[in-house]
T-cell receptor, first 110, second 116 residues
Framework: TQLLEQSPQFLSIQEGENLTVYCNSS?????LQWYRQEPGEGPVLLVT?????EVKKLKRLTFQFGDARKDSSLHITAAQPGDTGLYLC??????????FGSGTKLNVKP | GAGVSQSPRYKVAKRGQDVALRCDPI?????LFWYQQALGQGPEFLTY????????KSGLPSDRFFAERPEGSVSTLKIQRTQQEDSAVYLC??????????????FGAGTRLSVL
């Protein structure tokens, strides 16, 4: 069982399109992280958000932490084939113990 | 190398066989984590070490799973009498500080275990 639900599970889009991935929970987290994982590799940290309502930008990626610190979204503008991968959110609880969502598998077609 | 190294990358075991998976964390990192990632799922926490001390083993699914980090560096995850449901990718991550002080984890590429 996983505390965090991610949607959609799969997303296949054309290069240049915009997309949003959601991460939802009924639990409150002290922080929330987003990772990208490529086949045969471990997850790589993209961002950590800690304050309710916080918005962080990383080039074409925009991350938002919900006001109540229960949910988060990742928006990608003008997606590129290099964005293809599994996007994972992870919620931090006590002592920074992290709980991962099941992931969103993104495929960006050239 | 500078990253977290795991070996072997792939392991095929017959049901009932014992296996040992190795993790070489980034040098000097205090914290070490093991996760299990089933196909199509996110990683699930197994156990946590701060230096050589195993402070949290709440995620280990059964007493067939055992982990150690005797000198506070390399860690081994051992699975005894493997079963088909143990098939998964086992990820190791390390962090420069204690778990309550840092939220940055660097992951290895994982060991893919297939139990036949």
């Amino acid at each position: 069982t996983q505390l965090l639900e991610q949607s959609p599970q799969f997303l296949s889009i054309q290069e240049g399109e915009n997309l949003t991935v959601y991460c939802n929970s009924s639990s409150v987290f002290s922080s929330l992280q987003w990772y990208r994982q490529e086949p045969g590799e471990g997850p790589v940290l993209l961002v950590t958000v800690v304050t309710g309502g916080e918005v962080k930008k990383l080039k074409r990626l925009t991350f938002q932490f919900g006001d109540a610190r229960k949910d988060s979204s990742l928006h990608i503008t003008a997606a590129q084939p290099g964005d293809t991968g599994l996007y994972l959110c992870a919620g931090g609880g006590n002592f920074n113990k992290f709980y991962f969502g099941s992931g969103t598998k993104l495929n960006v077609k050239p | 190398g500078a990253g977290v190294s795991q070996s072997p990358r792939y392991k095929v075991a017959k049901r009932g066989q014992d296996v040992a998976l190795r993790c070489d964390p980034i040098s000097g990192h205090v914290s070490l984590f093991w996760y299990q990632q089933a196909l199509g799922q996110g990683p699930e926490f197994l156990t946590y070490f701060q230096n050589e001390a195993q402070l949290d083993k709440s995620g280990l699914p059964s007493d067939r799973f055992f982990a150690e980090r005797p000198e506070g560096s390399v860690s081994t995850l051992k699975i005894q009498r493997t079963q088909q449901e143990d098939s998964a990718v086992y990820l190791c991550a390390s962090s420069p500080k204690a778990r309550g002080q840092s939220n940055i984890q660097y992951f290895g590429a994982g060991t893919r275990l297939s139990v036949l």
